[in-house]
């Protein structure tokens, strides 16, 4: 008996330092997670990756990032009366949201008080659909080439007398555009308006121009076949970049080339895309980067009598 009492008193201390050494141990595990949570914490936000110090809890960190990100958006939403009430919807990108808009709600097309007379597909979708469709530029050289060869047509859509005057060597002609035709009133309502504002005798669509470019080619059979190089005067481009060559050759964004530079020859090409040609590309640089070039030209007194296919 005494025995057991004297096992019972040594066992007791022993036991009593094991619970404490656990209850250490425990404290300073809490300790360090406690000291590692109050470190630098990650967290996200509408600007990116950031970091959160001073013992800041991640939920209040959360908190901090949405009441900002709010902050930043009403800012951003709301600049004061006289900008919410003047400026807002005249800036570029106002103006561009609502003209995407409208022309989206027309079907693509552009609204006129002329309707069908006047009736045309708005750049911004010619431009979108052009680029989507991945539409080649050739270079005058090659272009010249494939032309002399047999292997492509040149279609000139310029109006017919800039064609009388000169062409490239070889080329059909399908204007796509004409002068205003008929003598009703809103035919002289916009002479008048382009006597107004331009120089230049007005213009209108030509009905005609996807069937002077199929006789071009040859006949329906040959729209999915025969490479049309299509061309006007300047060009254009659907680049919405410029480009610094050399040694240090790099892009460069241009704002004032959201859409890339319109031309005929653009317009002309997505006219025929649109009427089933598959075969199409346009001359970069246009005529007049083709005569700058001097590659032979000729007109209508020396052109032979088929190589015109007037609208």
Same mark, same amino acid.
């Given at each position: 008996m005494a025995m057991a009492l004297v096992q019972e008193r040594a066992w007791k201390p022993s036991c009593c330092c094991s619970l404490l050494q656990q209850s250490r141990v425990h404290q300073s595990l809490q300790k360090g997670k406690k000291e590692e949570n109050n470190k630098i914490q990650y967290c996200s936000s509408k600007e990116g990756k950031k970091f959160v110090r001073s013992g800041a809890t991640r939920a209040q960190a959360e908190e901090k990032n949405v009441v900002k990100q709010r902050? %930043?958006? !009403?800012? !951003?939403?709301?600049?004061?009366?006289f900008y919410d009430k003047f400026v807002a919807e005249n800036t570029m990108e106002a103006k561009l949201a609502k003209f995407k808009g409208d022309v989206a709600a027309r079907g693509g097309y552009v609204g006129s008080w002329f309707q069908d007379s006047f009736k045309y597909t708005a750049w911004v979708e010619v431009h979108r659909k052009l680029t989507e469709r991945d539409l080649q530029s050739l270079e005058c050289? %090659?272009?010249c080439?494939?032309?002399? !060869?047999? $292997?492509?047509?040149? @279609?000139?859509?310029?109006?017919?007398? $800039?064609?009388?005057?000169e062409h490239a060597e070889g080329a059909f002609s399908a204007? @796509?555009?004409?002068?205003?035709?008929?003598?009703?009133?809103?035919?002289?309502?916009?002479? @008048?308006?382009?006597? @107004?504002?331009t120089n230049f005798a007005g213009t209108e669509r030509n009905p005609?121009?996807?069937q002077a470019a199929v006789t071009a080619v040859g006949g329906e059979k040959n729209k999915k076949s025969k490479l049309v190089i299509v061309y006007c005067a300047i060009g254009g481009t659907l680049d919405t970049f410029v480009e610094r060559k050399g040694a240090k050759a790099k892009k460069f964004k241009d704002p004032e080339r959201l859409f890339g530079r319109q031309s005929r020859s653009l317009k002309a090409a997505y006219e025929l895309l649109e009427a089933g040609f598959t075969n199409v590309v346009h001359l970069k640089g246009g005529f007049n980067q083709w005569t700058h070039l001097q590659l032979p030209t000729a007109t209508t007194t020396t052109a032979a009598q088929g190589s015109t296919a007037q609208g």
């Open positions: 902050d %930043e958006e !009403s800012s !951003s939403s709301s600049r004061g009366w050289q %090659e272009a080439k494939l032309a002399k !060869s047999g $292997e492509a047509i040149l @279609l000139d859509c310029r109006e017919s007398p $800039e064609f009388v005057a204007p @796509l555009f004409r002068q205003i035709q008929g003598d009703d009133t809103k035919a002289n309502l916009r002479r @008048l308006g382009y006597a @107004l504002l005609a121009f996807v």
